[in-house]
């Protein structure tokens, strides 16, 4: 059984920051990609970031430039470095990664919400 564990979710001001972690535990191997999502209300789930193994980065182009996403291969933890938010960042944020050998699986974690408010 593989475990997906988020943390650093919050309220925060315009212009503030917030640091996602996420740690995958478990009966998991050969981790490939990892990345978050975001899902806010009323509208679909996207791509935030993702990192691969090899450390390659992929954004949106809505937080290219205030976010940065990163992973701790021996501790099997990804993490996402937020600044500079703003209002439309305000969603459920979402760990998922990639792993296995012959067969890749993907596990997603339960979410985390962040919120930006004044």
């Avoid at 564990?5 to 001001?13: A, D, F, I, K, P």
């Avoid at 212009?15 to 679909?44: D, H, T, V």
């Avoid at 390659?56 to 205030?66: E, L």
């Avoid at 459920?92 to 919120?115: A, D, L, M, P």
């Amino acid at each position: 059984q593989v475990q997906l564990v988020e943390s650093g979710g919050g309220l925060v001001q315009p212009g503030g920051s917030l640091r996602l972690s996420c740690a995958a535990s478990g009966s998991i191997f050969s981790i490939n990609a990892m990345g978050w999502y975001r899902q806010a209300p009323g509208k679909e789930r996207e791509l935030v970031a993702a990192i691969t193994s090899g450390g390659s980065t992929n954004y949106a182009d809505s937080v290219k430039g205030r976010f940065t996403i990163s992973r701790d291969n021996a501790k099997n933890t990804v993490y996402l470095q937020m600044n500079s938010l703003k209002p439309e960042d305000t969603a459920v944020y979402y760990c998922n990664v990639e792993w296995g050998k012959i067969v890749t699986i993907e596990s997603w974690g339960q979410g985390t919400q962040v919120t930006v408010s004044s």
